[in-house]
């Protein structure tokens, strides 16, 4: 597995750049990883979903599914892709720590 | 370029009379590590009779959260090339035409920037590109566009609609799968690009109850041409049928499934009762010259097919016995709208449209779209007596 250096630290991610064990992230990794999900800066927006999402794993160890994680921060799909190019799974999960969401082809 | 793998067990699947995916790996071996490594590692499978592929990846383009699926090999020390091998869908041309020089083109992007390896079509219609690295993705996906393609849909989203080839190339088609196909194509983009629901949703369309594309068996909504009308009947034609020595009872008659056809041996005369017809097509395929489809062309809709994945398989089953299908198909957008917002609000993880309609009853089906209960609906007629009214239906 390879790993990723923030701030001096190693940490291990999976082949497709989600963090291995959650309970190693922090806002630095989040705009370390934000970084590689084409968002530059993480704003207000940017935060609210990424924390909610952090949040929901914690007390779930599951990600939401898109029409709650859309309803509960009381935006739609598009304004989602606005603020995470590369969609609500690959981006604003990786970038909230979450491991990679399990899905199917 | 290191030698090609040895392959035994491989090998042995290019014997007999039929093509062979083998022969065309090999193919692509002689230029390419990627397919040298495929052989290798399909064979270690063979071996080992597990395979070495991990489950799922998540990798995309920019602006897409489908068409694109990640795949490593759990063994990339053995097989170098496999590291990513990820599989990019491309949207199809509707009922499958192409012009040479596009298909070319196609083929030079996917050479350059991937494996060289194409499976035309997946089981979902759409082109399947197999094998490219992830710092591909992108520049696949920008060449494609650039040359007028589309990525096509995988995972939890809408995915690439498909018709059978219709009244570009059949007399049967009664109605015109190839523009319906492209009209829901272009309607839902955001659908199809951007997966927001509990699990997949698979459109097929089909131009007659033959079901060139089994939408029956494959689709979650199976849009099938039908009329409404009475089958058309030359009688001189049947006459010609059975004075050329053709079994009309065994081949026609008995195996109406509604038994509405019947035979009159005496005046060489053929009778349908239109009225119990389900317009199943055998009688139609069986005599082509002597009958005809009806002259007012619709289509059936029918809701819920898929694979086994949390229940067992699923045949769709009609809810529409017939529907106008006129351009801009304002009535089928409607219905399949109202049914995703009831399956997406209801439906649990990985739970397909027909599951749910078993979960939660037809009846909350029907009250979500608004469509009648109508006798079509009934698998088993006769053998459920009981209606079960809602709450707010009775005068307490």
Redesign the interface.
């Not at chain 1, 190019?85 to 690959?90: E, N, R, S, V």
């Not at chain 1, 990679?100 to 082809?105: A, L, M, N």
């Given at each position: 597995m390879p790993f990723i250096d923030v701030n001096g630290e190693q940490l291990e991610v999976d082949?497709?750049g989600?963090l291995q064990d959650p309970e190693k992230w922090n806002e630095d990794v989040a705009k370390y990883l934000a970084k590689t999900e084409?968002v530059e800066e993480l704003t207000e927006e940017h935060w609210k979903m990424v924390n909610y999402l952090h949040d929901y794993f914690k007390k779930y160890q599951i990600a939401p599914?898109?029409?709650k994680l859309?309803k509960d921060n009381g935006m739609d799909?598009?304004k989602v892709?606005e603020l995470f190019?590369?969609?609500?799974?690959?981006g604003a999960c990786k970038i909230a720590g979450l491991p990679?969401?399990?899905?199917?082809? | 370029m290191p030698e090609l793998r040895k392959t035994p067990m491989l090998d042995q699947l290019l014997d007999g009379p039929f093509p062979s995916f083998v022969k065309e790996i090999k193919k692509g071996a002689e230029k390419n590590e990627a397919c040298n490594d495929l052989l290798g590692q399909l064979e270690l499978s063979y071996e080992e009779k597990i395979t070495h592929w991990k489950h799922g990846g998540i990798v995309g383009v920019t602006g897409y959260g489908g068409g694109v699926i990640g795949r490593y090999s759990d063994v990339p020390e053995q097989f170098p090339g496999l590291t990513e091998f990820h599989t990019m869908r491309v949207n199809q041309p509707a009922g499958w035409f192409y012009k040479t020089d596009r298909l070319r083109k196609l083929l030079d992007i996917w050479e350059k920037r991937g494996s060289g390896l194409t499976n035309f079509h997946g089981a979902t219609g759409d082109i399947i590109l197999l094998g490219t690295h992830t710092d591909e993705l992108q520049n696949v996906a920008d060449d494609l566009a650039h040359e007028g393609w589309d990525l096509g849909g995988s995972g939890s989203d809408l995915r690439t609609p498909s018709a059978c080839v219709g009244p570009g190339r059949c007399e049967w088609a009664c109605i015109d799968t190839l523009d319906i196909v492209d009209t829901l194509t272009r309607r839902y983009q955001n659908e199809l690009h951007r997966p927001m629901w509990p699990y997949k949703f698979k459109i097929k369309i089909s131009g007659c109850a033959n079901d060139g594309v089994a939408a029956k068996a494959r689709a979650d909504c199976s849009i099938i041409g039908t009329w409404k009308d009475n089958i058309q009947v030359n009688r001189t034609e049947v006459v010609n049928y059975v004075n050329g020595g053709f079994d009309i009872i065994g081949q026609v008659v008995d195996k109406c499934p509604t038994k509405c056809i019947s035979y009159n041996p005496v005046t060489k005369s053929l009778s349908i009762d239109d009225n119990n017809c389900v317009r199943c097509h055998n009688c139609i395929n069986k005599m082509p010259k002597a009958l005809r489809q009806g002259k007012i062309n619709g289509a059936t809709i029918l809701i819920g097919g898929h694979a086994p994945i949390l229940q067992s398989a699923f045949m769709s089953w009609v809810v529409v016995p017939f529907m106008e299908m006129k351009p801009p198909y304002t009535e089928i957008s409607d219905l399949l709208e109202k049914i995703w917002e009831w399956w997406d609000e209801n439906g649990k993880m990985r739970e397909r449209t027909g599951e749910l309609i078993y979960r939660l009853g037809m009846r909350s089906f029907l009250k979500a779209t608004g469509l009648p209960a109508v006798p079509q609906m009934v698998l088993h007629p006769r053998t459920n007596p009981f209606f079960f009214w809602d709450k707010e239906e009775v005068n307490q």
């Open positions: 082949e497709d989600f084409q599914m898109v029409r859309c799909l598009k892709y190019p590369t969609g609500p799974a690959k990679k969401p399990t899905g199917c082809v | -």
